[in-house]
């Protein structure tokens, strides 16, 4: 079943019972029960909500990604499960002792896969793409010729046409903004995949930033990236200008993130259920059962 995504922009009081989320909106002096079972991501993004620690716990319990907002609205928080899957211990050992060849191959694949899906975007943008598509075949084990910052050089380069100048900075103009709110939404769904695997987010395979708790998310969610970017350039011919500042129904189109539909293996999936299969996909790379993380494609 597709988990729901509850994003919370106004004053609201959330708590919990018999594994029902009660939801107290002040403003518009409304109640909703919403099963927690039914959910998969919350996203607070308000100072005047107040949440239970019973619900927080109920959440985690669940595996629900809770998000949290800054003033800027903007995702800066992410709680998950520490204990998301029964096989845990096992995974975990897997993980650590993973060698450094197989560690290699695992980012070639991913590496090679988001070219692929940056060239193949490209293409259904009508921008050129051949160079990347060429580039994606040339990838080494680990990406010792650094062929992903190649990619990304010529891709952001073609990929916004009307925005000739743009440079993909975190704290850069449009849309640079709407690409980090995606971003953040998409590594929120990735951890929660790596969690309910029994795998630690935290141990990558490339990303090794000792201040970073979220580098395997950041590693494996990189093929699913160009979907966001897709999103993006929809809202960018959609609002214009607009899009300078994110509305209401901007947020909403960026929190259809999870429900995207991609192709996993030849079938349609939303985008938070290939999340899980990609996951387990690399549980079994890792435990030696499977040589190859299944990856998404776009849909034609």
Not at 85 to 96: D, E, V, Y
């Amino acid at each position: 079943m597709l988990k729901r995504t509850l994003y919370f922009s106004n004053p609201a009081y959330l708590s919990c019972s018999l594994n029902q989320l009660q939801i107290k909106l002040l403003e518009e002096k409304l109640e909703k029960m919403v099963p927690i079972e039914d959910i998969g991501i919350v996203i607070l993004d308000h100072p005047q909500i107040t949440i239970t620690h019973k619900v927080i716990e109920a959440l985690l319990a669940n595996n629900v990604a809770l998000i949290t907002c800054n003033e800027r609205h903007l995702p800066t928080g992410l709680m998950l499960n520490l204990d998301g899957n029964t096989r845990q211990s096992s995974r975990f050992k897997a993980q650590i002792n993973a060698s450094e060849p197989l560690k290699k191959q695992l980012w070639q694949q991913t590496v090679t896969a988001k070219i692929k899906n940056q060239a193949e975007l490209l293409f259904l943008l009508n921008r050129p793409y051949k160079t990347l598509t060429s580039l994606s075949s040339k990838v080494k084990s680990g990406d010792s010729d650094n062929c992903e910052a190649t990619a990304a050089a010529y891709y952001w380069k073609n990929i916004f046409r009307d925005f000739p100048t743009f440079k993909r900075e975190r704290e850069g103009d449009s849309p640079n903004h709407l690409l980090n709110y995606g971003y953040s939404i998409l590594r929120g769904v990735c951890a929660r995949s790596l969690v309910g695997s029994g795998l630690l987010p935290t141990l990558g395979i490339f990303h090794k930033n000792q201040y970073n708790a979220y580098c395997l998310a950041d590693d494996i969610m990189e093929p699913y990236r160009p979907f966001v970017d897709q999103l993006v350039n929809d809202i960018l011919e959609e609002y214009g200008s607009e899009a300078d500042y994110m509305n209401k129904e901007i947020k909403k189109t960026l929190l259809s993130i999870p429900v995207l539909d991609v192709l996993l293996n030849g079938e349609k999936s939303p985008l938070m259920n290939a999340m899980t299969r990609t996951t387990k996909s690399l549980v079994n790379c890792y435990e030696g059962t499977q040589r190859k993380i299944i990856y998404p494609e776009f849909i034609h």
